[in-house]
């Protein structure tokens, strides 16, 4: 079959040895259930272009639910949508399966063995958005590794573009034109000429405008969330996507620059703080309106619909810069400590945002000493060590601890024994 072609050699090469054991066993199982399984869309691509890809989505031919529950037997953690025929089944070490029924026709199976690639195949990946991203490559035994690739993805990876599958694919689902962007920079790839026509008319159209708050901005959030942002955002502005998203909205140098910046601060940020990667991309957000007037700004929050804990985040971010520069800006203070207290209530996606926005070297570079080393900043004695030192299980240890880390973070009390010395001393028994 001319769109076919063995690429068993490639999974073999790209892939680790665990998740070649883990994609036979899935491809075991649906051949012993009379299903057919495949690798497809991101992961299928990334094999190609020789990128690491962690999300392991798999379409069967055959009935998702049901090949998803046979793992149940297996004591494997199954969650399972019978609406949308689709499903997630769990591994031990914690790897995720996403599987989904070829659409269209799954009502036909099981069968015996009908053909070897069915249309519903097809049909599923026709309704994916780009080339690139609707090829799959089988994990049955008996086909492993044939990759089946009906609208020339190999093709088009070769050539470096990014195309859609038909002119109707922006007005079907206009996030393809934020999918696009976001592509293209990633991956280096560029636009295929029709397509650029077909997005740039769809963003002239108006389209963007139907979507939902919440469906703009998951894709403004995994925008914002990829390694270099700032790429996408200013092709977002090439191609005039910024003006009809948030009408009025202001872009300039400052705002580009802030962009830039957190690009490049992102890798030096703690990875301690909790849940600080799903708050990050507030800070781009911010970066973004950060020229734009006040009435613009608030329209384009409201815009995304965002809950209540977030746009508490993007207004501090935008109306506390003033005060962050004054208090953190003087030339001999504030000491380490004072840091630590202005900025420890703020949430680290502003703390980012206010290094990357301001234009005082002080400031930033005190606010990076804060994210990176101050914010886990704690006495070398704990709690267990001043009751080991008699003192009574009260909230004066909590007082005694806290005034420990201030001397500490300001270089006072350096070691274990200095810190023994100052409570024995300053908080007698
Ligand atoms: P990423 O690395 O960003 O996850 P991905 O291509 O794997 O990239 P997903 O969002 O995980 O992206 O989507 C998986 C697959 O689903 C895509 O490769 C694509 O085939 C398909 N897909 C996702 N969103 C759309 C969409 N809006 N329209 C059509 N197909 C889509």
Known sequence: ????????WL??????????????????????LGMRAYIV??????????????????????????FLKSWEKDGLRVSVHERYKTGTVVFPGGKKVDVATARREFYEFPVAQPKVFTDSLKHDLYRRDFTVNAMAVSINQSTWGVLVDFFGGRRDLGKKILKVLHNLSFVEDPTRVLRGIRLEQRLGLALEDNTLRLLRSCVRGGLLVRLSGFRL???????????FPYPAAKRMEELGVWEVL???LRLGETGRRTFRRLGAFLGRISRDFPDFRGRQWLAFFSALLMESPENIRLAAIDRLNLPESERGIVVKCLSELGAVEHELGGRSGPSNSQIYAFLR?????ACLFWSAATGRWRVRRRILLYLTR??????????????????????????ILEKLKILRLDGILENRDDEVRYVRYNFPL
């Open 246 to 248: 948030f009408p009025g």
């Open 345 to 349: 209530d703020a949430d680290p996606a």
């Open 217 to 227: 901005r998951s894709e403004l959030e995994l925008s914002f969330r990829e390694r």
């Open 374 to 399: 101050l914010h886990r900043t704690s006495s070398l004695l704990k709690g267990r060590d001043l009751i080991e030192l008699g003192y009574g299980a009260t909230p004066r240890i909590g007082a």
């Open 1 to 8: 079959l001319p769109w076919t072609e063995d690429v068993s």
């Open 11 to 32: 999974l073999e090469k790209s892939l680790a040895p665990e998740s070649i054991c883990l994609l036979r066993t899935l491809g075991e199982r649906a051949e012993k």
């Open 41 to 66: 869309g991101g992961i299928v691509r990334d094999l190609f272009l020789g990128r690491d890809n962690l999300d392991l989505d798999i379409v069967v031919e055959g009935d998702a639910p049901r």
